[in-house]
């Protein structure tokens, strides 16, 4: 008699299991923002709040970024404005997008308005997750020593 066989698990493409790991990770520091934002509503005027808030959980975001979605040993202020950058642009891109939109249509309705600010979220998040996978995050291989040894000095000579 034969063993009754196991189902077999697949696992994710490395690649699709860090993209989740960065959905999950943005997601939530981005659920926790807003929640902030809403507690600092009637403390401070909201574009400095704003500001506040979009600094700090930038920070959070990218140590949470090369701890758990990335998985990387990079770390340091470098890999701070680096990611910071990626915010910058991803802010100039969903505001472009809106402006394109405003400039089509001077009043649209919140349903295309959201709908337009949320594409180009997507659009922009998955350009940010490229950029910290391949840029930000990647494994660097170590600098060649360009010291010479006594080695290479006595082949030389």
Not at 60 to 78: D, N, P, Q, Y
Not at 81 to 91: D, E, N, W
Not at 142 to 157: E, N, Q
């Amino acid at each position: 008699m034969t063993a009754p066989s196991r189902p077999q698990t697949r696992t994710p493409h490395p690649l699709v299991a860090a993209f989740v790991r960065f959905v999950v990770c943005g997601g939530g520091v981005g659920l926790a923002s807003s929640g902030v934002l809403v507690l600092l509503n009637d403390r401070i005027p909201m574009a400095v709040a704003n500001a506040l808030v979009t600094v700090v959980s930038t920070v959070i975001a990218t140590e949470l970024h090369g701890r758990v979605s990335f998985r990387s040993a990079r770390k340091g202020w470098g890999v701070h404005l680096q990611s910071g950058m990626t915010v910058a642009v991803s802010y100039a891109f969903t505001t472009g997008a809106l402006l394109c939109l405003y400039a089509v249509r001077s009043e649209p309705s919140a349903l295309v308005e959201q709908a337009v600010y949320l594409s180009a979220s997507a659009l922009a998040g998955i350009g940010r997750f490229a950029l910290l996978r391949v840029v930000v995050f990647a494994e660097r291989a170590p600098a060649p020593d360009a010291s010479l040894s006594k080695a290479a000095v006595a082949m030389a000579a």
